[in-house]
């Protein structure tokens, strides 16, 4: 369904009210990632699966998103959590994004759909220590607890740079999104730390909705690919990666999406580009 003008300008209006309710949470103070840097010694980081899930911090009485909203998580659901700062995904397992963003978005502490989702946790803020003794004091303080609501993303170490691109190879064919690598030495940053970084096959990013695009032959009267302007000011299609849903009830003009790509042309323009999903402020 193609949005019409007057659909598209009562879009605006209520994504601009949303954000000015959103404009009063403090985000918290959490630590970033860089992209993945050839000519590391891999023996001295610790790898962990990059969860597909929502970016939680845990303040030691509430969990936040990153933008300081408050997830509206069941009491049952935070019941044994320590009282430390701990930073981490809720998750539900590899390839249900959509599912634990829909879950964690209602505003009801009793739903009882929080039996699905884990916080995995990846790290402790508020600890002074270097990364391998978090991963120790992590390990600790997730055994003592024992919830089944809290757990730690498995962290491990491998010998040479093979190992860690057959590893990748392994997590994406298993319909993972790809690796984190922390060095061993790093203290916990609430900036962008260069001994934290990601590494997967595709690259992702973001673009604004500015088109719809009909579809032809199966895809008569549907969507056939968005018209989209990333942040570099690049305007490009996107054809692929649509459910047969989202073809129906495409994103709305005005939207965020991630999409993903496999490197740029010379006028700079994503290779491959394939639809993700819409970006979900929380």
């Known amino acids: 369904m193609i949005l019409t003008t007057t659909n598209y300008l009562r879009s605006i209006f209520i994504s601009l ?23 590391i010694k891999v023996e001295a980081y610790f790898i962990s699966e990059k969860l597909d ?3 939680a911090y845990w303040d030691g009485q509430q969990l936040l998103s990153k933008q300081g909203n408050k997830f509206t998580a069941p009491a049952w659901f935070i019941a044994s959590f320590p009282r ?38 990846f790290d402790m803020p508020n600890n002074p220590s270097i990364f391998s003794k978090r991963v120790e004091d992590m390990q600790r303080l997730v055994a003592k607890i024992d919830s089944p609501y809290l757990k730690m993303i498995k962290q491990e170490k491998l010998k040479t740079s093979k190992a860690l691109f057959t590893k990748l190879d392994q997590v994406v064919t298993e319909k993972g999104e790809g690796l984190m690598l922390h060095h061993q030495d790093a203290l ?9 970084m990601k590494l997967k096959k595709f690259e992702d990013a973001e673009a604004t909705v500015i088109d719809h695009i009909p579809g032809k032959g199966k895809y008569k009267g549907q969507l056939g690919s968005l018209l989209v302007t ?20 495409p994103p709305k003009i005005g939207a965020v999406i991630t999409y993903r790509y496999t490197g740029k042309t010379q006028k700079n323009v994503p290779r491959f580009a394939s639809f993700m999903r819409v970006r979900v402020i929380y």
């Open 17 to 39: 009210i949303f954000i000015s309710f959103q404009g009063y949470a403090t985000p918290p103070p959490i630590q970033l990632a860089t992209q993945f840097r050839e000519n």
């Open 188 to 196: 916990y940053k609430t900036q962008r730390n260069q001994y934290l």
């Open 53 to 55: 899930g929502i970016r």
């Open 230 to 249: 990333n942040e570099e000011g690049i305007t490009f299609k996107i054809g692929t990666g649509f459910s047969d849903q989202q073809r129906r009830t």
């Open 84 to 121: 430390q700062p701990l930073d981490g995904e809720l998750w539900i397992k590899r390839h249900r994004f959509e599912q634990v963003s829909s879950i964690v978005r209602t505003q009801d502490y009793h739903n009882q759909q929080w039996q699905q989702v884990k916080f995995m946790i």
